[in-house]
């Protein structure tokens, strides 16, 4: 190429300002879905729903990020801006995605021999690394206007980066020529092919004629990425610019247990990274699922298919309602004073409670039939000595020996169980005996 770009004062004060603005969005919410939990309790046989927002993150999570870099005569302004810049890239990126990890790579035209296509570091965490990978491009060499970078994308997407299981692969392709179709005989089809069977998407930074074919505007498309373009001087916001403007696809994945299922208004929702994906989630409880089981279902939202943490992961709760009541009882029993047969009870002697099918213990009530009193609530099992009294105040008093309570009343005593549901259980009456 014959125009050489010289970065200036202003422009690189711009990209400084918009680099900053990239680093801190204002008010943002933290990345995760909300609400994380959900709890509640319903009857068996019934449904509700919950609308979920998973707030994206501005960079998409685990980023392998690829430098493919053009580095023929033309480029030496925007090569400067990337090593110059670099840092404040990657710590930008950091800030969003503390596991980013970077490649160099670069590419120049078909007859430029061993700099054809060169990894310059492949993927790493270590700073000092990437800097000396970006610190050893120099601009040199080209031949005709297109290069070479079709052949850079189809080796970066064929074994020359060694990707991290579960990343987000981006390729940054900084460039301002087009490229040759076929380039060493791979076509652009033949690179798009590989970048989606990678999962790699392509910032394309354009720094000059790079989209003057329609090849770059192509390979974002196909790829869910983005185009920028920029002057050599604004290199490196334009590439965080870029790594803020791709889709990202969440997808909710949930495994319930039995009796519990949920379902989602959409399968899948595709959005701009650092935007908010909505769903509405409709929880359904089995007719069948036991009374007063807890059940659980774990929701994990992927972002373009992968795990993002645990902020993406909400967790359900849902107690099955027991809607079955108690069954009360009051069994005649004996005076222990004396040897009266318990089938014909004339002093009142009873044992009350009640039995239901989920709680283990249910609350006893007893209640006057001849008035508004109640007593209670006593624990299944309690044995009552019963005294019909119309004229007398209803009350209860301790009980001697056997007996824990006597219960006086104006009419017959009415036992009433009530479970932790506060289903009710049909009323028993324990009739006092007339007096002979």
Not at 37 to 64: L, M, Q, S, W, Y
Not at 77 to 86: K, P, S, T, W, Y
Not at 199 to 228: C, F, I, K, P
Request: net charge negative; charged share 15%.
């Amino acid at each position: 190429m014959n125009t050489v770009a010289r970065r200036s004062a202003v422009a690189l004060g711009a990209a400084f300002a918009l680099a900053a603005t990239l680093a801190a969005p204002a008010a943002a919410a933290e990345p995760g879905v909300e609400p994380a939990t959900v709890t509640r309790t319903v009857n068996a046989g019934t449904e509700f729903t919950v609308n979920k927002t998973v707030h994206t993150p501005a960079i998409p999570p685990k980023p392998d990020v690829v430098l493919l870099v053009d580095t023929t005569g033309s480029m030496g302004g925007a090569i400067a801006n990337v090593r110059d810049n670099l840092h404040s890239v990657i710590t930008t990126v950091r800030a969003s995605q503390p596991s980013a990890q970077f490649a160099v790579a670069s590419y120049r035209d078909d007859s430029d021999g061993a700099e054809l296509f060169r990894v310059r570091q492949n993927l790493t965490a270590d700073e000092a690394a990437v800097q000396a990978g970006v610190d050893s491009l120099v601009a040199d060499g080209g031949g005709d206007l297109p290069e070479a970078w079709v052949n850079g994308l189809f080796q970066v997407s064929t074994g020359a980066i060694d990707y991290r299981a579960g990343s987000s692969r981006i390729v940054v392709l900084v460039g301002d020529a087009p490229s040759h179709d076929p380039s060493v005989g791979h076509h652009l089809t033949d690179a798009i092919a590989e970048l989606t069977a990678d999962h790699a998407r392509v910032v394309a930074v354009n720094v000059g004629a790079l989209d003057s074919e329609g090849q770059a505007t192509a390979v974002v498309n196909a790829t869910g990425g983005s185009l920028v373009p920029v002057s050599a001087d604004g290199v490196s916001a334009a590439i965080l610019a870029g790594l803020r403007d791709l889709d990202v696809t969440v997808t909710p994945k949930a495994v319930c247990d039995s009796g519990l299922t949920a379902t989602f208004d959409k399968p899948e929702v595709t959005v701009t990274s650092g935007t908010d994906a909505s769903f509405a989630e409709t929880l359904t409880v089995a007719a069948t699922a036991t009374q007063g089981a807890t059940l659980h279902c774990t929701v994990t939202f992927l972002l373009n298919g992968a795990p993002a943490g645990d902020a993406f992961v909400q967790h359900v709760s849902v107690t099955v309602n027991d809607t079955t009541p108690p069954v009360a009882t009051c069994v005649p029993g004996t005076n222990p004073a004396g040897g009266t047969p318990a089938s014909t009870n004339p002093d009142g002697f009873y044992t009350i409670g009640a039995t239901d099918a989920i709680d283990s213990t249910v609350d006893v009530y007893i209640r006057d039939t001849a008035s508004s009193a109640e007593f209670g609530p006593y624990p299944s099992g309690t044995r009552i000595k019963l005294v019909q009294a119309p004229g007398a105040t209803p009350n209860v008093k301790p009980g001697t020996g056997t007996v824990d309570y006597k219960v006086t009343l104006k009419g017959d005593a009415s036992i009433v169980g009530i479970d932790d549901a506060h289903n009710s259980s049909a009323a028993v009456t324990c009739t006092v005996p007339p007096k002979k």
